[in-house]
């Protein structure tokens, strides 16, 4: 595909992305994601109730009654993301791969923050940095990070959590919101996600095809790990067989979201065939809650 044929695709999805916070999304993000602080907004002639640790005292002095300052919840934010392009993203059982529903959310959470004027950085990983890119403002830069996601031809297949998280940690300054997109097939993490949830509100958004619930009902298949290669022969007629392998990764799952909540790192999942706009406007009304 060629360069226009991407910038066109990634205005398609921009296009799509920006329909659909307009449309669903309106609103939860800006209240979902508030400022990191406060900043001083101006003074004001005090009046009976407020705080009296407040008194400007310099400009009480010289008008000759008491004056209060004022503050405002400093609204521009970070967004930064973290996008997992291993080898076990691009590939499912379902209709579409993981990798489209990862492209789906970035877009949605990008157009969001360009739409309320907040910086949009990301990292792009496998098993090493593929792409990192500051926090920065406006359409065109969101715009250019769409299109390097969809172009994205990454150098290696493997998953190194650890290190994305630890160069996100690393290199992002002032307090933001990290939200990663990934599978998280992958170990070795979690010291890096404690650190990171420590300085930025980080939220881990778990993309699942069907197949890592339920195992599909076929015969015999051989089955590739897509990141090492590494095969196996599974009977998927076996009931005892579906009944483990879904045990497995239900218990996966659970002991996933609390080490999640042990950290203070909300999480979102969502599988293939879900939609994730709406996926993430449920996740906004029930943090709008909290």
């Known amino acids: 595909m060629n360069g226009a044929r991407f910038f066109r695709q990634a205005k398609r999805i921009e296009l799509i992305s920006t329909k659909l916070v307009e449309n669903l999304l309106a609103g939860n993000y800006r209240s979902v994601f508030r400022g990191m602080g406060i900043e001083f907004d101006e003074v004001r002639e005090y009046v009976s109730g407020d705080d009296s640790r407040l008194i400007d005292w310099n400009v009480t002095s010289r008008m000759g009654s008491p004056y209060t300052k004022t503050f405002r919840e400093e609204r521009e934010l970070s967004l930064f993301l973290v996008v997992d392009l291993s080898a076990s993203l691009s590939c499912g059982t379902g209709e579409v ?19 309320n004027n907040d910086r949009v950085g990301a990292i792009f990983f ?41 160069t996100a940690c690393e290199s992002l300054q002032r307090r933001g919101i990290c939200v990663v997109l990934s599978d998280f097939k992958t170990e070795g993490y979690w010291h890096e996600l404690s650190l990171l949830a420590r300085r930025h509100d ?8 069907p197949a890592d619930v339920e195992f599909p009902e076929v015969g015999t298949v051989e ?37 999640c909540r042990k950290r203070g790192v909300e999480t979102l999942s969502l599988t293939t065939g879900d ?7 449920d996740f906004f009304r029930r943090r709008k809650r909290r």
Do not use: C
């Open 202 to 209: 980080v939220i881990a958004a778990r993309i699942l095809d």
């Open 97 to 115: 791969p993981k990798s489209s529903s990862v492209l789906m959310l970035f877009a949605v959470l990008a157009v969001s923050a360009v739409l």
């Open 275 to 281: 939609d994730p706009g709406l996926k993430l406007l």
């Open 223 to 259: 089955l590739e790990d897509p990141e090492s290669g590494k095969s196996l022969v599974s009977d998927g007629l076996g009931r005892r067989f579906r009944q483990e392998y879904r045990r497995f990764w239900e218990e996966h799952a659970f002991r996933w979201r609390e080490e």
């Open 126 to 166: 496998t098993d090493r940095i593929e792409r990192f890119a500051a926090p920065s403002k406006g359409r065109k830069h969101v715009l250019g990070l769409l299109n390097a996601l969809i172009d994205a031809r990454p150098e290696g297949r493997g998953s190194d959590l650890a290190l994305a998280l630890r």
